[in-house]
């Protein structure tokens, strides 16, 4: 039985419930519409820009989440490579990259191990650019470099 199944069977005793959840939610959440809950929800991350350059060689810039996507150009003080591409880990992080006035050439399923899979396919032997935080996870990184040559740039 899933979490949230588990939540709408405890309901279902009237009970008042109270719950926390470690990040923000979305106003149309169906976590906060729930009769005789009590949600609060905010995020415990605290996070902060970092200074950065961009290397002068790269092929792809790929963004893993839409913090990555808004520190990277809030922080951007030199031009962007003209040839480079633009790679997102999901649909989510897309719009972000979309919001900042670029179309991504590659869109991610939001799971590393399937997105890798699919990036071979474009970024086969080339050089690709991992933007995000300075201690984010590894997995996809670790997948895309069997293939391709791999950087990260630690934005926030």
């Known amino acids: 039985m899933g979490f949230y199944t588990h939540l709408m069977r405890l309901n279902c005793h009237l009970m008042p419930m109270h719950i926390f959840i470690s990040r923000l939610l979305a106003p149309e959440s169906i976590l906060l519409h ?40 809030e922080g951007l003080d030199q031009g962007l490579a003209p040839e480079a591409q633009w790679a997102c880990m999901g649909p989510s992080t897309a719009v972000a990259l979309q919001q900042s006035g670029f179309s991504p050439d590659f869109i991610g399923t939001g ?20 933007v995000g935080a300075l201690r984010a996870q590894e997995n996809l990184r670790g997948e895309v470099g069997r293939y391709a040559q791999v950087s990260t740039l630690a934005v926030y």
């Open 111 to 130: 799971e590393p191990f399937s997105t890798a899979a699919a990036f071979q396919a474009f970024a086969q032997g080339q050089l690709v650019l991992f």
């Open 34 to 73: 729930q009769p005789n809950w009590q949600v609060q929800h905010q995020s415990l991350l605290q996070l902060k820009p970092l200074k950065f350059g961009l290397p002068l060689e790269m092929n792809w810039i790929f963004f893993s989440s839409q913090n990555g996507v808004r520190f990277f150009f």
